[in-house]
């Protein structure tokens, strides 16, 4: 088991949970650019936690902290168990997932379906909570289908903060259920901040986090008037290198002072062990893909790692020849 954290939770700047992207070799390397901004896991299933090894599932490295586990279910004594386990595994906060808009979620109600059964997830909430000490939290969206307007937001806040909950990550858009993918879902629906900044007038005792198309860091900036914090998925992901910004912006850290190279080998130890330990170099090398955007040689370096690794053999020498392709006095950059 991981020791936990010892100092409360600052959410000011948080990475999204994102499935198959924000797995525990993407939080190693996200870590190695942000020491403060909390990193949520992928979401588990409670299904995958008690039904299977939960080392599979929930295994992490220490210098994740603080890292928050996320939770897909909707049984309360499930939920309420693994949660527990999530807790004794290390995990600084248990997040329940009442977003996710999937086909596959809903037939098994788990994710956004849940807005239209507040009163399941404040059971949820109530016992997760009462069988772990450690923060439980949930991420919502904002409605869905047509229940979509403020009304319905305000009254489900309200419900589940009833049942004892604080911290609210709001995703800013409604879910379609009906005939959009997720991804559409992510883009399509349009996004209604008003409302999330509505919501933290309404419970200004809350710990409201906005979600939900953030790019630049000036906006997220901006958005701190209104909320208390921001959650940053995709552009986290694709663009690894604004992370080094944010002890600085968010936190009052000092600057930054690694160079991207720098930062990449750094990861070699992480990778080195997880090598040694039978990992393949493409578990962990498809998270560093995006750290030289907008650079000369940044293409180079993604397709040398995106041709190459998937080779038994491959391994650090593979990394170290894709760096040669950035010229290192721009790196800095």
């Excluded at 956004?112 to 991420?139: F, G, R, W, Y």
């Excluded at 995709?234 to 690894?240: C, I, K, L, S, T």
């Excluded at 040694?276 to 030289?292: D, V």
Aim: aromatic share 8%; glycine share 6%; charged share 20%.
């Amino acid at each position: 088991m991981v020791k936990q954290s010892s100092t409360p939770l600052n959410r000011t700047f948080t990475t999204a949970p994102m499935m198959d992207w924000s797995d525990r070799h993407c939080r190693a390397f996200w870590r190695l650019l942000t020491k403060e901004a909390v990193l949520y896991s992928e979401m588990v299933t409670t299904g995958a936690i008690l039904n299977n090894d939960p080392q599979r599932y929930l295994q992490f490295n220490n210098s994740e902290h603080p890292v928050a586990l996320q939770l897909g279910g909707s049984n309360p004594g499930e939920l309420a168990r693994a949660a527990k386990i999530g807790e004794e595994f290390g995990y600084d906060e248990i997040n329940l997932n009442v977003g996710c808009p999937s086909d596959r979620v809903q037939n098994n109600m788990i994710g956004a379906c849940l807005m239209a059964h507040p009163e399941l997830v404040a059971d949820c909430m109530q016992a997760m909570a009462e069988n772990c000490s450690v923060p439980v939290t949930i991420k919502h969206r904002t409605g869905i289908d047509d229940m979509a307007d403020y009304d319905h937001l305000y009254r489900f806040v309200e419900r589940i903060h009833q049942a004892g909950t604080h911290t609210f990550i709001i995703h800013a858009r409604k879910a379609i259920l009906q005939g959009l993918s997720p991804k559409e879902n992510r883009e399509i629906p349009p996004l209604t901040y008003e409302f999330v900044h509505d919501i933290k007038k309404s419970f200004p005792d809350l710990e409201i986090i906005l979600n939900g198309g953030l790019a630049d860091l000036d906006t997220m900036q901006q958005q701190l008037q209104h909320v208390d914090g921001v959650m940053v998925g995709r552009e986290a992901y694709h663009n690894p290198w604004i992370l080094s910004e944010v002890d600085g912006r968010f936190y009052g850290k000092a600057p930054f002072s690694q160079s991207r190279h720098e930062v990449v080998e750094a990861f070699f130890p992480y990778m080195e062990a997880e090598l040694q330990k039978g990992n393949r170099i493409a578990y962990m090398s498809r998270h560093i893909l995006g750290i030289f955007n907008g650079l000369p040689g940044a293409r180079q370096f993604r397709r040398h790692i995106s041709e190459n690794s998937h080779r038994k053999d491959a391994g650090l020498s593979l990394i170290k020849e894709a760096l040669a392709f950035v010229p290192r006095e721009l790196t800095s950059i």
